[in-house]
């Protein structure tokens, strides 16, 4: 793989924290995990996902196995079908690396598959590839966080609360995390503007 990540209109919905490992080598898009199955009790969870949605669409990519099938029907449920699409990975029997054992039913899940074939299979999913660079002049990054006060500054923190609040996004994300979701939600003008507006304390 080259350093160029592929850049999808789509945000790309996996099962947990390694799987959005895996992505982030070749995806620039923001990627939301579903904490397995604490989806189904996780309210500000789905309410996200149902957000990026409707702003963007989503694109659903667990794994082959049982827990994965249930996972992928539960979101398709959720959010109205016209605004989901569905990536399947190729079944492959191994062991992903971190583990001594291979899973229940002997299969690779998203983490264990190569980035090319991960890749592959994104791109014959149906998904809306906007292009391949290095970043997009519309993400919105760490260093603006930082120009428009939501990290790195005093108050940083009390403000991103505001600012999650009045989004309707989960007051638990981290600064790294809700990067993550403002990028399914504005563009870098979209969302500088919207700071500019965004109304001071008291």
Do not use: W
């Amino acid at each position: 793989m080259t350093s160029e990540k592929l850049y999808l209109r789509e945000a790309v919905i996996v099962e947990g924290r390694y799987d959005r490992m895996k992505l982030s080598e070749f995806i620039g898009s923001p990627v939301i995990e579903t904490g397995g199955f604490r989806v189904f009790n996780d309210a500000e969870r789905r309410a996200l996902i149902r957000s990026v949605a409707e702003q963007r669409g989503i694109l659903i990519m667990t794994d082959v196995d049982g827990a994965g099938f249930v996972i992928r029907s539960y979101l398709s449920g959720i959010v109205p079908p016209d605004r989901v699409k569905h990536c399947y990975i190729p079944t492959v029997l191994g062991t992903e690396k971190r583990k001594n054992a291979p899973s229940k039913e002997g299969l690779l899940g998203v983490e264990g598959l190569s980035a090319d074939v991960l890749a592959d299979a994104i791109e014959r999913s149906g998904a809306t590839v906007i292009g391949r660079a290095t970043r997009p002049e519309s993400e919105i990054t760490k260093q603006d966080f930082y120009t428009l006060l939501l990290s790195g500054r005093e108050g940083s923190a009390e403000l991103r609360q505001r600012v999650l609040r009045d989004l309707g996004l989960p007051k638990y994300l981290s600064a790294n995390a809700m990067l993550s979701a403002v990028n399914c939600l504005f563009t870098l003008p979209e969302f500088t503007e919207y700071m500019h507006n965004f109304p001071p304390v008291g």
